[in-house]
């Protein structure tokens, strides 16, 4: 069999596949000093010279013997070695099955080999081990090695050689890895130290994946390395990637890196892919390297700092760009992808930023250790660059000489002039990074796609990672403008790596393993999206629209066709159908309201005589879940016109100012011919004076009139559909009866077929105004609580039994079966009586599913109360829970914050409901995960917070039919305090 390379020891090991059970400390005294064997055909032994002088034959029987006669061969008889006789390599086979569970040496592989006949032959780029040094030989007979004697392997027992691994327990294995061909690096990695445990591990133990873009970013990645692996000795065959294995704080990790000269987020999607196929167990992924900054008067990022790409409520952590050309061309194709954060990293990210608040980061550590175990002559690459060598030019300033890469010919009186900062250690940036397929390095395309995304770093991978649950760290190397060089790209791959570290002590590895496992067809759907976004954008050659999770507005350029322009309007983007916050939400869990979406679904599509469509429920009901299946369901089959969900307590998403503009763009987007139509009618006003219409003439100007001018296509005859959603969650109920009026015009005036599906809760002013519509026979009402009251009880018994099942096999409870038949029973009574809540039941699985305490536990703590009003039972327990160990003082200021939350007008932030309410913040920031079954709040603590569901704001603000609770606020006050800021 050809021998073939292992990575065992920095592959420097020949082998093939053989079972030897025989194990001896001949190894150490073998690689101590030595160099190729060469044959004795005639005999069958093979000879290894050892630099002493000394010769080394091994026979057939594998019985080795040394020659002290015997004269060093000459180098060129050191390569003609016989690779066809399995003899040559019976040493190295050998030491390769055997050497790892020995573990006696500390071995140095050299950077460079001037000496040829040093180069182990039998595999390209293969390594010589040149140092042999700190044998500690304890438990081993010196008389097995005396010169000249006779060692029989089979004479080794391997209780005798577990004795000394045991008393070998500390050493370690120092390793200077030189160029390979399994990382491409132009120069050596730094010294790394690996603890004797360095053996080998299956594919499927490793959990966590970490992608570079180029050497230099795996280069310091395995820097960060506490621990070192073997290379595998199998792998996918459809797998191309370069791998480095090993462990941070317990942690098996994968580092993978794209191929020399590859760069992109294609690139970057084909590594991913190619991961998964060999790593099957990756539950969560890192991407990790360098990026471009954009600083800004919010934002003060220098050279060195490191970018954090994390979602928001309106945007997840990537925000895909390609731009063709540079600004100055006028020509520009930006298209929009969103990156999905484990939900896991997503915590670790907040936990990791509230320690910063009181806490130095270890990231400085880091660093220092990684410079410490690099060589003297590779040191300087992880160092601070120094300051001085950090300018920032003005943004419509180019770079003075192209050919020259410093800026010393460049104008010093075009740098920003920035306050200096006290230390040189790396500052932390949460929020965007701008992705694409081209370098930014024009400073005002940076500006531009920095202030367009509200972007705070630019690279080209983390787009490649759209679908693909992953968190992406760059270390800021340059500025995204034409200065920009390559003197900050060491130390900045290096600040990425070590916060990377740092973030990791934040997750423990059970809490990876209980990660849903990643998938390569979310990656090879991410790659076909992202190509086929690409070509939709080159073939447009412009950009149509800005999808609605990205903070920003659509874009006009002056020499596109008119009729290619977007159109420019004020709308509430979270409020749309094909929202993030719309789309992140609950869907009906397959088999479940099956009778209820089958009755809407028919309305909607064979044109019953009643174009309106009421489904009415209590709170907790699951309208909002049904409206947004139905919306999954009509925009699959091109029937969905538009939609508009309302939110109590949002500011933005509880009135009707900016309803019909928002209607409008949706209808822009999904019927052919309606923008121009809508162009036409809005000529010679901009989007201020829109917004400034009264809700009659913005229903005519941006929905009825351009309907009527409408040029149809024959696709444009089938029916259409309008959702409105939570209209009773609308904060201006004297504008209901209008807004029924205009929606009944529009049905049956407009070209289109068009109806509207309504969903709210029966109060007396919705009632009220549907009471003419209703008399007349126009309105179609279903109510959940009634007609379908068994559906649902028996819907929500399904949901609770799926729901637990998922919880017993992600939080491993070995109780089975769990729950038992009785409290499966008793959790579908409570969430089912008196009536049929969905809430319920959803609440009571996020509350059993909390992953700081045990499912059984908080099972039983549910189901052990009283009798209380379906809130209290509801809220009680996670608020019992959250509260607990508080004295009277902390008890109150808790409260008031929950106050804030539920009656700020607009979401705020924890920053800023603890600065009104005078109250630290760090009290707060480990507080909010204890309230993770009734609120979202989000990791960075400068972003709103937002209740899971708005039944909870019912239960602080009123007493319910039971009397008063301890939970219950008062709101006159906290509105009080919120006035006066305090």
């Given at each position: 069999?050809e ?10 090991f020949?082998?093939?596949?053989v ?24 005999h069958?032994?093979s000879t290894?010279t ?7 034959k ?8 040394f020659?002290?006669?015997a004269k060093?061969?000459?180098d060129a008889d050191?390569h ?5 006789n ?8 050998h ?16 950077e ?13 780029g ?18 097995t090695?005396?010169?000249g ?10 209780e005798?050689l ?13 390793m ?21 445990d360095?053996v080998?591990?299956d ?9 570079c873009?180029?050497p230099?970013?795996?280069?310091a990645?395995r ?5 070192i692996?073997?290379r595998?000795s ?14 941070i704080h317990g942690?098996?990790?994968v580092?993978?890196c794209l191929?020399?000269g ?12 190619d991961?998964?196929l060999?790593f ?6 890192l991407?990790?390297?360098i990026g ?14 490191v970018?954090?790409?994390q979602?928001s ?6 925000v ?21 954060t484990?939900q ?5 990210l907040?936990?990791?930023e ?7 980061s ?12 690099s060589?003297e002559?590779?040191k300087?690459r992880f ?6 060598n ?13 050919e020259?890469?410093t800026?010393?010919?460049?104008d ?7 306050e200096?900062r ?17 370098i930014?390095?024009?400073g ?12 705070l ?5 983390a ?6 649950p992953?968190?992406v760290?760059r270390g800021?190397c340059?500025?995204a403008d034409s ?18 570290k740092?973030l990791m ?11 849903k496992?990643l998938?390569t067809?979310h ?6 999206n992202?190509?086929?976004?690409m070509?939709?954008?080159n073939?447009?050659?412009y ?7 990205v903070?920003?507005?659509?874009l006009t350029?002056?020499r596109?066709?008119v ?22 939400s609950?869907?009906c ?35 909002s879940t049904?409206?947004?299946s ?6 699959k089959?091109?029937r969905?016109a ?9 500011e933005?998403?509880n009135?009707?100012n900016r ?12 019927v052919s ?11 010679g006003?901009?989007?201020?004076a829109v917004?400034?219409m009264d809700?009659?003439?913005q229903f005519q100007k941006l929905?009825?009139?351009p ?18 959603d ?6 201006r109920?004297?504008k209901?009866?209008?807004l029924l009026?205009?929606f009944?015009?529009?049905c049956?005036?407009s070209?289109l ?6 969903t ?10 549907f009471?003419?519509?209703l008399?007349n026979?126009?309105?179609h ?20 039994k799926t729901?637990?099942e998922d919880i017993?096999?992600r939080?491993?409870?070995q109780q089975y ?5 009785e409290?499966?029973d ?11 809540l969905f ?5 009571l699985?996020?509350f059993?599913s ?6 059984t ?8 109360q009283?009798?209380?009003s379906?809130?209290?039972q509801?809220?009680t327990p996670?608020?019992d829970?959250a509260?607990?160990?508080?004295d ?5 200021q ?5 106050g804030?939350?539920?009656l700020?007008k607009?979401?705020?932030?924890a920053?800023?409901?603890?600065i009104?309410l005078?109250i ?6 480990w507080w909010l ?20 569901h ?8 009123s007493?319910d ?6 939970y ?10 919120l006035?006066k800021?305090?």
């Open positions: 069999m021998p073939r390379l292992v990575d065992n020891l920095g592959e420097v020949l082998t093939s596949e079972t030897d059970s025989d194990v001896c400390p001949l190894c150490w005294l073998v690689l101590r000093d030595r160099v190729p064997m060469s044959s004795d055909e005639a069958g032994d290894s050892l630099r002493s002088g000394k010769q080394l091994v026979d057939k029987k594998a019985t080795v013997t020659d002290d006669d060093q061969a000459s050191h003609d070695l016989h690779h066809g399995h003899d040559d390599f019976k040493i190295e086979l030491v390769a099955n055997h050497l790892q569970y020995l573990m006696v040496l500390s071995l140095r592989l050299a460079a080999m001037n000496d040829e006949s040093s180069q182990v032959t039998g595999g390209s293969s390594k010589l081990i040149n140092e042999c040094s700190s044998v500690d030989k304890s438990g081993i007979n010196e008389d090695f005396s010169e004697g006779l060692i029989y392997l089979s004479d080794i027992e391997l005798e577990q004795k000394i691994r045991d008393a070998n327990e500390a050493t370690e294995i120092a200077l890895a030189a160029e390979s061909p399994s990382y491409g690096s132009d120069s050596p990695l730094s010294t790394l130290t690996v603890s004797r360095n080998a591990f594919s499927k133990e490793y959990t966590v994946g970490w992608i873009a180029i230099l970013e795996m280069d990645a820097g960060m390395l506490d621990k692996h073997p595998l199998r792998r996918d065959h459809n797998d191309h990637n370069d791998y480095i294995l090993g462990e942690h098996k990790i580092i993978a191929p020399v590859e760069y992109g987020s294609s690139s970057a999607a084909s590594v991913a892919r991961l998964l060999t099957e167990s990756i539950h969560t992924c991407l990790v390297g471009s900054g954009a600083p800004s008067p919010q934002h003060d990022i220098r050279l060195g700092d970018v954090i790409g979602p409520a309106t945007t997840g952590g990537v895909q760009y390609d731009p063709g050309k540079s600004l100055s061309q006028d020509k520009f194709q930006p298209t929009s992808t969103h990156n999905t484990p896991l990293l997503i915590t670790a907040a936990r990791l509230a320690t910063h608040m009181t806490t130095d270890r990231v400085p550590e880091f660093l220092a250790q990684l410079v410490t175990k060589p002559g590779m300087s160092k601070h660059p120094e300051t001085a950090d300018l920032l030019y003005e943004s419509n300033y180019n770079h003075a000489n192209p020259d890469g800026c010393e010919k460049c010093e009186s075009k740098i920003c002039r920035r200096e006290q230390d040189i250690d790396p500052y932390f940036h949460y929020g965007i990074i701008a992705s694409g397929n081209h930014v390095k024009d005002k395309t940076r500006e531009f796609l920095s202030q367009q995304f509200n972007a770093c630019f690279d080209m991978e787009a490649g990672m759209l679908d693909l992953c968190l760290i800021i340059d500025y200065h920009r060089n390559n003197m900050w790209q060491g130390y900045a791959a290096a600040t990425a790596a070590a916060f990377a740092e002590l934040f997750v423990t590895p059970n809490q990876v393993l209980q990660q496992k998938q067809d990656v090879s759907i991410a790659k076909d992202l190509e086929a976004l070509v939709t954008s073939e447009k050659g950009m149509e629209y800005v999808s609605p999770f903070a920003g507005v659509s350029w002056s596109e066709p009729n290619n322009r977007p159109i420019d309007l004020y709308t509430v983007l979270n409020a749309r159908y094909d929202s993030e916050d719309v789309r992140n609950p869907r869990q397959p088999g479940t309201r099956l009778r209820i979406l089958e009755t809407i679904e028919q309305w909607a599509v064979q044109g019953m005589s009643q174009p309106v469509f009421w489904l009415i429920g209590p709170t907790g009901t699951g309208k049904i409206a947004r139905i919306v999954d369901a009509l925009d089959d091109k969905l538009a939609g508009y969900f309302f939110k109590r307590g949002d933005d998403r009135d009707t309803l019909f503009s928002t209607l409008a763009m949706q209808f822009a987007d999904n011919s309606f923008k121009e139509s809508l162009r036409k009618e809005l000529e006003l901009d989007k201020d917004d400034k809700l009659e003439t929905l009825l009139c309907l009527e001018n409408l040029q149809l296509d024959e696709k444009d005859h089938l029916e259409r559909t309008i959702i409105i939570a209209l009773d969650e609308c904060e109920p004297e209901f009866l209008r009026e205009l009944s015009k529009l049956t005036t070209k077929c068009l109806r509207v599906l309504i709210s809760r029966s109060t007396p002013e919705i009632v009220e105004a009471e003419s519509h008399r026979g126009t309105v009402t279903l109510e959940l609580h009634r007609k379908f009251a068994e559906d649902t009880k028996a819907d929500i018994r399904k949901f609770l729901s637990f017993r096999h939080r491993r409870v079966p769990w729950p038992n038949i409290e499966l008793r959790s579908v009574e409570l969430s089912t009586t008196p009536e049929p809430i319920y039941a959803a609440t699985c996020r059993v909390d992953e700081q305490r045990g499912p536990r908080q099972l039983t703590i549910w189901l052990k009283g009798n209380k379906q809130l209290q509801i809220y996670i608020l829970q509260f607990v160990g508080f009277e003082e902390e008890f109150s808790k409260l008031r914050f929950l804030a939350i539920t700020s607009k979401p705020l932030s920053k800023a409901l603890a009104i005078g630290d913040l760090y009290d707060i920031s995960p204890r309230l993770y079954a009734v609120l979202h709040a989000p990791p960075r603590l400068d972003e709103p917070i937002e209740l899971v708005t039944s909870f704001r019912d239960f602080l603000v007493s039919d039971l009397g008063s609770h301890k219950q606020i008062n709101a006159a006050e906290i509105h009080a305090n006035a800021g305090g």
